[in-house]
């Protein structure tokens, strides 16, 4: 779809306030927006919002959010459930926009909606275009640096493609969820979606990333909680990665052998002499303030699951295979691994005994069990 300046003589690529009044001027009214984004965080913790891509129904715009840094203007348009707001893998670009505007509602996440219509569990947003609209997206910017300046033709014509066809997939796929009869089961996961709302990062919740963590003992899971916790508070203030403030690897050997003594620490796997030098101490004083004890319980070994409960997880899912067959739809869509699992150790708290999944294959599985 080639570029064109728009009737309202809005540049495509916004570099400063009056642009992007003239632009809000322009969205009033509107019924849906496409919505994208361009960041980088290889380098940092919080993301860096490089590009904001917004998608009308014949027009698209690039604002250059490192030019114009205050995105304040459109906060009344974002924040509100109207204009619909549609996304691809919504989840990241949510993540990265709340702390220029807050929290972003109303949505429309064309990958759910694809996937709940027969298409592919994670269908890309080329793949789908592809599929539902016969047009093939050039993919030679997809290792731009966005931060750098300035940006070339190709560069922003690729990332107003992303935009571009965000409002017809979402018409065709509307359509055909409301002619399976599926549209109130896409209706909860946007709900869901919606009220995510802040993104905001709670260090006392880190240790919920660690892989694992309910096969450790006690005093390990003591530990992992008051390691991740420094080490996300430290990532943070430094807006550094996790993994340099400290390993991934060299926080799960902290947390098997619990050195006591910066020697010992040293000893930790893939542990870089810098962290050593730097933040040994600060680490030791997370082990201490865990109040070990001064012998460990052996690390817990991996225990394959025994072979009832093997059969019983393997029953449940040729039972979600069978539903997704039956739908058309992804068995992964219906009910995760995890769950299954959990199903069968007797917890009923997942997502597939919620909602339209309930319905739909959760009852069936309760009574595989």
Not at 68 to 75: Q, T
Not at 89 to 106: C, F, I, M, S, Y
Not at 126 to 134: K, N, S, T, Y
Not at 249 to 271: F, H, K, S, Y
Request: proline share 6%; hydrophobic share 40%.
């Amino acid at each position: 779809m080639p570029s064109s300046m728009n009737p309202d003589n809005i540049p495509e690529m916004i570099r400063d306030s009056p642009g992007l009044a003239l632009l809000c001027e322009r969205l009033e009214g509107t019924t849906s927006i496409g919505i994208d984004t361009e960041f980088l965080r290889e380098r940092t913790y919080y993301a860096q919002l490089c590009l904001l891509q917004l998608g009308l129904e014949r027009d698209a715009y690039c604002i250059d959010t490192l030019a114009l840094r205050d995105l304040g203007a459109l906060r009344p348009l974002l924040n509100h459930t109207a204009p619909v707001k549609v996304l691809h893998a919504a989840r990241q670009d949510l993540e990265v926009l709340w702390p220029a505007v807050g929290a972003v509602t109303g949505l429309f996440d064309t990958q759910v909606a694809a996937a709940l219509a027969g298409l592919p569990a994670q269908v890309g947003y080329g793949e789908l275009v592809q599929r539902m609209l016969g047009r093939t997206l050039h993919k030679g910017e997809t290792r731009t640096d966005w931060s750098r300046r300035p940006l070339s033709t190709a560069q922003i014509e690729y990332a107003l493609d992303d935009v571009r066809y965000l409002l017809p997939l979402r018409e065709q796929l509307q359509a055909r969820l409301e002619q399976l009869g599926r549209w109130s089961w896409f209706a909860q996961e946007m709900t869901e979606l919606d009220a995510i709302g802040s993104f905001e990062t709670d260090p006392q919740q880190a240790w919920r990333r660690y892989k694992g963590f309910q096969e450790l003992d006690g005093d390990r899971q003591r530990l992992v909680q008051l390691l991740c916790a420094w080490r996300e508070r430290r990532a943070m203030a430094a807006d550094k990665p996790r993994n340099w403030i400290l390993p991934d690897a060299a926080l799960r050997d902290i947390v098997l052998r619990a050195p006591r003594t910066l020697r010992d620490l040293a000893r930790t796997a893939e542990m870089p002499e810098g962290i050593v030098n730097n933040s040994g101490e600060q680490i030791l004083e997370a082990i201490d303030s865990a109040g070990l004890p001064e012998r460990l319980a052996p690390p817990p070994s991996r225990q394959r699951p025994d072979p009832e409960t093997a059969a019983a997880v393997r029953k449940l899912a040729d039972i979600a295979r069978r539903i997704g067959t039956e739908l058309g739809v992804a068995p992964e869509i219906l009910a995760t691994r995890r769950e299954l699992e959990r199903i069968v150790a007797g917890k009923r708290d997942g997502n597939v005994l919620k909602g339209w999944r309930r319905d739909v294959v959760g009852t069936a599985l309760l009574a595989g069990l």
